[in-house]
């Protein structure tokens, strides 16, 4: 069974129809890339398969179960982590301790008005910075770090519940273009010892064909096409819409905010 | 029918009043983000200059050109204001600002009495419109008239400036998005400036109207801002069109509401306050706001457990508080306990402000709920001391239980209002329930038990019960519970993400917040003998905003030390001199301008007391 | 922070000390202040001390005069050489912000740091409660001066607490007089939206109905305390058609109300009575456009032509170059009376002070008054007369001096009602 199914998936914002019955499927250890030109419409379906916007119409469901409409919290709980496109995190905390709350929620700790929270899963919350690279930076406040470092310790976060289905809106978005295999590089690792299954948004075509398994490719809201890297760069429509915007293959969509 | 239409005409007057001022306040607030209480001292001021200017020019074109002066005058006021103290605080917390806007109504009050004396100055009534007309058979006095046409006058004029100026346009991009006007270079500094102008112009206009219809007096301040704060958010911060509405809604509620129930006076405007947010948690026509936090602001550092020096330096502390009652008489005692008590008070607020993120303007409900806690049970049941300081915690938390539901549904200024609203409805209760909680002549006799009498005593007491409350507050804070709160509050989006239920906590924290403001309004009741609804009121919930403002929102010993100041500065100017409130107004404008993040914000960002990042 | 460009880390060295500098003061000022109050205060000096507690921010227009009067009572004093054969009267007063809590602390300054022999002042009930309570407590003779309401000597009477103005219930019962000699029949009400509003309304409307069983109150306004829409309260009472009404709404309130009504013409045809309007801290505001025909409680100080009044008109103008108003009053006769008591006591000491006061007689500008012993109120009464406007001024006419005395309840009445 896969483990993310999406059928019908649509979303209209007053006049706009961001999304319009989109449906596909992500299986446990698969990469998914989500392409399309800005405005697509890329976040609001990550928004609506976490939760954070009801559907107007479609499903979606977690290893065969309906999560559509249901809140981000307990959709989490159910095993979906995200990353945001404008990464969210917690400022006034150091790296390690954002790390630490999201595993204190994922122990369900939170109501513990007791003891000490920094004492709490140290060791697991550095282990996984280790594994994204931010260890040296575990005591930092999380601030004033750099862009890139924030989406790693997002990744972490992410991690952090494990998941068993990674939502990655733009993970390498305004990293270099050496930092930006390297996050993938390891994002690809973690799926494959974890068997998480990954749908991930990038505009850096050279992430999307390096590291996905397949892609699908959104237009003004439609999936378009599907298929593996090969197929969907051959597809003639997807080129006629890439020529549009340009930026099928070059590296002109890593936006920062 | 011509009684009905006259009513009605009467609610539109006062309206088109309210709407003058409240459309100030909109306009400051929804560009500059300042929350202004010396709004209503704007208004007072506009109204005493007019009088004044009146009075010597005399006629007809004297009097009219006194109440544009007077407009005027009030406006540059305003801007001095703004050149002198607001300007240099615009990278404070939030709400920072409110701070220096309260050290500024204090000045006003003592400088206006200085100037213009005590009595109430009866100004002349508008030449030309001193009659009535009749409407239906009924009289109907003219100058109402000029004022009713005035309110949707004023709101063409500000519709005009707003749409068909550059200045305008800025205006409502600054007020959309802040950050966004910043980043597009526009002069910010010159935007906020001339916009408190208008602000306070508008303040001083509506005050000016007024002097043909009541005396100028030294109340005015106080008894406008309150409400014009509710029309704005009943209206929708930073929409004017919404203030008109709100303005027009509860003039004609105040109007038709006293002819169904006399009694309703105190309350009624909060009560459909109340129910407005609660129906629609951004007012009538507002948006949602995009948090103050953010660019503007420092962020804030993480918090640190005391590392060795800062537990030395607080068991230092409690050493000296436990030895004082040897050195110290009656008198000092007293007023060091009843910092401990403000101590605690504003912890509690700072709980919910910090860490939760919740601006609460109504928190002395939780204080006065937990004083009559106690106060009841000495009253209805005889109860002892003891009784009566653990039902005032739970008398308060749970009122905080039952009023936080809906405010946690709430974010920002509305949330803070809503606070202020529900603080309200709890104070006109004990106002005028008088079988129950003997009204405004409140409940004497709550003094401690024979153990507990003597000063020293009852200062042990306190400080135990205070610091325990501090430190059981701080521990709460440094725990999961805590995190997940702040977590709440830096993130609500990841925060639900990473299954955190943000509202569930709020609300959770703003009742253990109740409780312990409730258990510092017990104590106060204790060493005070008596529970009044003053309290509750108003002044109480803005003393525990500045403590804690003052103290430092961002850090957590902030409010503690702004509590002792605060109190301090207070009961010393008292008994030097008559002018304490000017002395007190300057205190706070200095101590605001020379820490702008507060005492212990700035202190701490100070090389010497900075933590060495790792 | 990372932002910091080196000047600004210079800078913030400078500041830093500076900052220390400023704290350290700070601390150090509020410490004395605490450490000198501590010890201060020690040696019982020659003078009678007074512990004085008003609003003096909070109404100044009330209390500014009122502490015209009674320093004019305190020279008046000292200069005939003070009390208990040569000890010097002083005053030591205090702003209690108008709010109870803070004039219990400072009460307790008074007491416990400037070893104060008597507690006097306060104008608002609940203020003058707080400190009754606090008096009664520490056992301190407190001299109520103003707070009306009859809690302060009935219910809530103490044996530490004496109060010198006429209260609520003296004053409606003075005005009740007048409005039954009034044909009026349907009367309507308007008071501030407190218990000093609340209880002079239903006293009044007892008392009027036990004169007058045929009258009838057909409608009733409670606006909120210096917030009053007095269009629609006018328009609301007119609505009611009452031939008379009773007002209690006094200050800013009352000249709202005035103006509206007037305008509206609200009160032609219409008797009024109403509570304290002929004081000239209320009156005086409305000048010219003082409500003619009103019947009013107050005190027409330039009419009074006692000896004992005009002895005092001629100090008071003498020392302020103003007229006094009804606070100066009450001021001046506070502290006589405490005078007076001392010299009956014969010391300072509280049980002999309070002993003293029961029954004493004390000479006030406005005639002999007596403490009573059974409810520790004062007979100070209140004149009573109708308005007028002479010369664009809201004047007193027609008024008589009701004595206190004559409008107290019996003493069977006043017994059930003060715990004894
Ligand atoms: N909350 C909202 N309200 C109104 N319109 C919205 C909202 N969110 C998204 N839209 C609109 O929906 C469309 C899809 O937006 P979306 O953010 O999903 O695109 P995207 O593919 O993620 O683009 P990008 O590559 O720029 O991130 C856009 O036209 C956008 O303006
Ligand atoms: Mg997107």
Same mark, same amino acid.
């Given at each position: 069974m896969a483990v993310l199914e999406v059928s019908g998936l649509t979303k209209s914002f007053g006049g706009v129809?961001?999304?319009? &019955?989109v449906g596909f499927s992500v299986e446990a250890g698969e990469l998914l890339a989500l392409v399309g030109p800005n405005g697509a419409g890329k976040t609001t379906c990550f928004n609506m398969l976490n939760g954070q916007i009801r559907p107007d119409a479609g499903d979606v469901r977690l290893a065969g179960v309906s999560i559509a409409g249901k809140s981000p919290r307990r959709i989490w709980r159910m095993g979906v982590g995200r990353t945001f496109q404008i990464t969210a995190t917690?400022?006034?905390?150091?790296v390690l301790e954002n790390i630490q709350m999201v595993l204190l929620s994922h122990h369900r700790n939170?109501?513990?008005?007791?003891?000490?929270?920094?004492?709490?899963h140290a060791d697991a919350a550095l282990a996984l910075l280790d594994r994204v690279g931010m260890a040296s930076q575990a005591?930092?406040?999380? &601030?004033?770090?750099a862009y890139g470092d924030l989406k790693r310790v997002e990744l972490a976060m992410a991690l952090a519940g494990e998941p068993r289905l990674l939502l990655m809106d733009?993970?390498?978005?305004?990293?270099a273009p050496a930092e930006r295999i390297d996050l993938m590089a390891l994002t690809a690792d973690l799926v494959r010892e974890r068997g998480i299954a990954v749908l991930f948004t990038e505009h850096d075509m050279d992430v999307v064909f390096t590291h996905a398994d397949r892609i699908i490719v959104l237009n003004r809201g439609e999936l378009i096409a599907e298929g593996p890297p090969a197929a969907v760069r051959a597809n003639p429509h997807v080129q006629e819409v890439y020529l549009g915007s340009g930026s099928m293959y070059g590296h002109a969509g890593g936006k920062t905010p | 029918m011509g009684f009905y239409l006259v009513q009605f005409l009467g609610g539109l007057a006062q309206a088109s009043s309210l709407f003058l001022v409240a459309a100030g306040l909109s306009i400051i607030f929804g560009v500059t983000r300042i929350v202004n209480f010396a709004h209503g001292s704007f208004y007072m001021l506009g109204a005493y200059l007019a009088y004044t200017l009146a009075e010597r020019m005399g006629g007809a074109v004297g009097f009219w050109s006194a109440i544009a002066l007077a407009a005027v005058a009030t406006g540059v006021v305003g801007v001095v204001m703004e050149l002198l103290v607001l300007r240099r605080l615009?990278?404070?917390?939030?709400?920072?600002?409110l701070l220096a806007t309260f050290g500024v109504v204090l000045i006003v009050q003592d400088v206006a009495l200085l100037i213009w004396g005590p009595e109430d100055l009866l100004g002349p009534r508008a030449p030309g419109l001193e009659g009535v007309v009749r409407i239906l058979g009924r009289p109907f006095p003219k100058y109402e008239l000029l004022l009713i046409a005035l309110g949707p006058i004023v709101l063409g004029l500000l519709w005009l400036l707003f749409h068909r100026t550059r200045w305008g346009t800025l205006v409502r991009a600054a007020t959309q998005d802040r950050e966004m006007t910043a980043a597009l270079g526009i002069n910010q500094t010159w935007l906020f400036t001339s916009v408190l102008f208008v602000g306070s112009l508008l303040a001083g206009l509506g005050g000016a109207l007024q002097i043909p219809r009541e005396a100028v007096n030294l109340h005015m301040d106080i008894n406008i801002v309150v409400e014009a704060f509710v029309v704005v958010v009943v209206g929708g911060m930073g929409s004017v069109g919404g203030a008109f509405l709100a303005a027009v809604l509860i003039g004609l509620i105040q109007a038709f509401g006293i002819l169904v129930f006399p009694q309703i006076t105190l309350v009624v405007v909060f009560l459909f306050m109340a129910v407005v947010l609660v129906v629609r948690p951004h007012g009538l026509m507002g948006r949602q706001q995009a948090?103050?936090?953010?660019?503007g602001h420092v962020p804030e550092a993480p918090i640190h457990a005391s590392g060795m020096m800062g537990r030395v330096a607080a068991v230092g502390l409690l050493v000296v508080l436990a030895a004082l009652p040897a050195l110290f008489g009656d008198y000092a005692l007293a007023v060091l306990t009843e910092m401990m008590i403000l101590a605690l008070f504003a912890a509690s607020l700072h709980f919910i402000m910090g860490p939760g993120g919740m601006v609460s303007f109504g928190h002395a409900a939780y204080f006065g709920l937990g004083a009559y806690g106690a106060g009841l049970l000495v009253k209805h049941?005889?109860?002892g001391m003891v009784a009566g300081l653990v039902s005032a915690p739970l008398f308060a938390g749970l009122g905080a239980l039952l009023f936080g539901w809906f405010c946690v549904r709430l974010s920002g200024v509305y949330l803070a209002m809503l606070t202020l609203a529900f603080a309200q409805i709890v104070w006109s209760i004990a106002f005028q329930w008088y079988a129950v909680?003997?009204?405004?002549?409140g409940i004497l006799g709550v003094w401690p038990d024979g153990w507990a009498s003597p000063r020293w005593a009852f200062y042990y007491l306190s400080l135990v019960l205070c610091a325990g409350g501090v430190l059981m507050l701080r521990r709460v804070i440094f725990s999961p519970f805590g995190y997940a709160l702040r977590a709440g509050r830096d993130s609500p989006l990841r925060a639900d993400a990473v299954g955190i239920d943000v509202r569930h906590l709020q609300w959770l924290a703003f009742t253990v917040a109740g409780a312990f403001a409730g258990l510092a309004g017990g104590l106060y009741a204790y060493s005070k003998g008596s529970v009044f609804p003053t309290l509750m009121a108003i002044p109480r919930s803005v003393d525990g905003l500045v403590m804690v403002l003052l103290g430092?929102?961002?850090?957590?010993t902030g409010p503690l030390v702004g509590a002792a100041v605060f109190h301090a500065l207070n009961t010393e100017m008292v008994r030097y001199t008559d002018h304490w409130r000017l002395t007190l107004g300057v205190a706070i404008v200095l101590l605001v301008v020379i820490f702008p993040q507060g005492i212990v914000g700035t202190l701490a960002r100070l090389p010497f007391f900075r933590r060495k990042e790792a | 922070m990372m932002l910091d460009s080196p000047k600004t880390r210079s800078r913030r060295t400078v500041l830093t000390h500076l900052l220390r500098g400023v704290a350290g003061i700070a601390l150090a000022t509020i410490m004395t202040g605490i450490v000198t109050e501590a010890s201060g205060g020690a040696a019982a000096a020659e003078p009678v001390r007074i512990g004085e507690i008003n609003s003096y921010t909070g109404l100044?227009?009330?209390?500014l005069p009122y502490r015209n009067g009674w320093e004019l009572a305190v020279a008046e004093i000292n200069a005939n050489g003070?009390?208990?054969?040569?000890r010097m009267l002083e005053v030591i007063s205090r702003d209690d912000g108008g709010k109870p809590d803070d004039a219990v602390r400072v009460a307790n300054e008074l007491v416990?740091?400037?070893?104060?022999?008597v507690l006097a002042g306060t104008f608002f009930s609940h203020i003058g409660l707080a400190v009754s309570d606090y008096a009664l407590r520490t056992k301190k003779l407190f001299?109520?001066?103003?707070?009306?309401?009859?809690?302060?000597?009935?219910?809530?009477?103490?044996?530490?607490t004496f109060r010198l103005r006429p209260s609520t219930y003296m004053q409606a019962a003075m005005l009740v007089e007048q409005a039954a000699a009034l044909p009026a029949k349907r009367w309507a009400t308007v008071a501030p939206n407190y218990e000093y509003g609340q209880s002079a309304v239903t006293i009044f409307k007892q008392l009027l109905k036990e004169k007058r069983p045929d009258v009838e109150f057909v409608a009733e306004q409670w606006p909120a305390q210096g917030k009053i829409d007095a269009g629609s309260t006018v328009q609301a009472l007119a609505a009611a058609e009452p031939q008379a009404i009773f007002n209690v709404t006094f200050g800013p309130d009352l000249a709202r109300l005035v103006r509206e009504g007037t305008t509206r013409g609200a009160f032609d045809g219409v008797s009024v009575v109403s509570l304290l309007t002929g004081e000239p801290e209320y009156l005086?505001?409305?000048?010219?456009?003082?409500?003619?025909g009103w019947i009013v409680t107050g005190y027409p100080w330039d009419q009074i032509d006692t000896p004992a009044h005009k002895a005092f008109l001629d100090a008071y103008q003498a020392k302020y170059g103003d007229y006094p108003r009804l606070g100066s009053i009450v001021g001046y006769t506070t502290i006589k009376s405490i005078a007076a008591a001392i010299e009956k006591a014969g010391s300072t000491e509280t049980e002999a002070m309070v002993d003293a006061m029961k029954g004493l007689k004390v000479d006030s500008p406005f005639a002999q008054i007596t403490y009573r012993?059974?409810?520790?109120?004062?007979?100070m009464g209140a004149y009573v007369g109708t308005i007028a406007v002479k010369d664009g001024k809201g004047t007193m006419i027609e008024w008589t001096y009701a004595d206190g005395a004559d409008y107290l309840p019996a003493d069977d009445v006043v017994l059930k009602r003060r715990p004894q």
């Open positions: 129809q961001a999304v319009k &019955g917690f400022g006034s905390m150091t939170i109501h513990d008005l007791w003891t000490r929270a920094t004492r709490r005591s930092r406040p999380c &601030g004033v770090l733009e993970p390498t978005a305004g990293m | 615009y990278r404070g917390p939030e709400l920072f600002q948090t103050a936090r953010g660019a049941l005889s109860g909680t003997g009204g405004d002549n430092g929102v961002q850090t957590l | 100044p227009a009330f209390t003070g009390v208990l054969g040569g416990s740091n400037e070893k104060v022999d001299m109520a001066a103003e707070p009306l309401t009859d809690a302060m000597t009935w219910e809530k009477g103490n044996r530490y005086d505001p409305m000048k010219g456009e003082a409500p003619t012993a059974i409810d520790h109120q004062a007979t």
